[in-house]
Nanobody, 120 residues
Framework: QVQLVESEGGLVQAGGSLRLSCAAS????????MGWYRQAPGKQRELVAR???????NYADSVKGRFTISRDSAKNTVYLQMNSLKPEDTAVYYC??????????????WGQGTQVTVSS
């Protein structure tokens, strides 16, 4: 089994910063892509950022230039540094990971979600 545990989010004023982390543990052979998604009330879940095992990154247009995704592969951990936060960033944030539990067998896992609230 594999578990993804996220750090707690929080409440921050517009213009502030917050850092999220997500650590994977369990039966892991390797981890391919890791990413962050978010879901706001009344909206569908959307991709925020993703990072490959080679550390190639992709960002949603709405967060590009403000958020930075990174990973520590030795610790099976992915991070999301959020700067210049806006009220529209308010959402539940979920991490995910494409995990090889054994060679050639890949499964997608999700974290439990954490609330980030940005006030004006």
């Amino acid at each position: 089994q594999v578990q993804l545990v996220e750090s707690e989010g929080g409440l921050v004023q517009a213009g502030g910063s917050l850092r999220l982390s997500c650590a994977a543990s369990g039966s892991i052979f390797s981890i391919n892509t890791m990413g962050w998604y978010r879901q706001a009330p009344g909206k569908q879940r959307e991709l925020v950022a993703r990072i490959t095992s080679g550390r190639t990154t992709n960002y949603a247009d709405s967060v590009k230039g403000r958020f930075t995704i990174s990973r520590d592969s030795a610790k099976n951990t992915v991070y999301l540094q959020m700067n210049s936060l806006k009220p529209e960033d308010t959402a539940v944030y979920y991490c995910n990971a494409e995990v090889e539990t054994t060679p050639r067998y890949v499964r997608l896992y999700w974290g439990q979600g954490t609330q980030v609230t940005v006030s004006s």
